[in-house]
């Protein structure tokens, strides 16, 4: 009896903590290891959102994998969050897209486009180098080189752990960072 209250005492503590991560890990993390399998092997096709989810609590390389084999698969599926909501993305790049999008009232925000592509359209996807390095136990960067529609592409990823999961916090593209583009419309938005 014990133990099954500490268990359900620590999905509490990070449902609270996560702000929006999946509420099935919560929901698994109570009711046992054996459900938890049982739902990840259930929802979890690779290439699927689902997929990308259950990869955020497996480090930043499974996560990052997971993230671009749902591009190769066509791209993802399903009715996007609404800004500032997207599972994938750190706080602190939610509350940004949040802003911008705000900011926008009503006309087309600054991030027009899908930032983990550099894309509006997506079609013969193929990535062609993946390299992920973890520089803290919260903090990684991922290099992703990639073709889209024949065109060659290279964006760096910038990744935090939050409660378990890892999220992307920056998108590099060149020289430009989402994260510091969307700062300057919060700012300028007041």
Request: charged share 20%; net charge negative; with cysteine.
């Amino acid at each position: 009896m014990p133990v099954r209250f500490l268990l359900v005492a620590a999905a509490v503590v990070l449902t609270a903590c996560s702000d929006g991560d999946d509420a099935r890990v919560s929901a698994q993390a109570s009711a046992g290891p054996s459900a938890a399998a049982t739902t990840d092997q259930a929802v979890a096709a690779p290439g699927t959102r689902e997929a990308v989810y259950a990869a955020q609590a497996e480090g930043p390389e499974p996560f990052v994998r997971a993230l671009y084999a749902q591009y190769v698969a066509g791209g993802p599926k399903g009715e996007p969050p609404e800004p500032g909501r997207e599972p994938l993305f750190s706080r602190t790049l939610n509350a940004l897209v949040g802003a911008d999008f705000r900011a926008a009232n009503g006309e087309v925000p600054m991030l027009d486009h899908d930032p983990l592509c550099a894309c509006q359209d997506q079609g013969d996807f193929v990535v062609t180098a993946l390299a992920v390095a973890q520089s803290a136990p919260n903090a990684a960067e991922a290099n992703v080189a990639f073709t889209n529609l024949g065109e060659a592409k290279t964006l760096k990823l910038k990744l935090v752990r939050e409660g378990i999961n890892w999220k992307v916090d920056d998108i590099i593209d060149g020289e430009t960072s989402v994260h510091d583009e969307l700062m300057k419309v919060a700012e300028a938005a007041g």
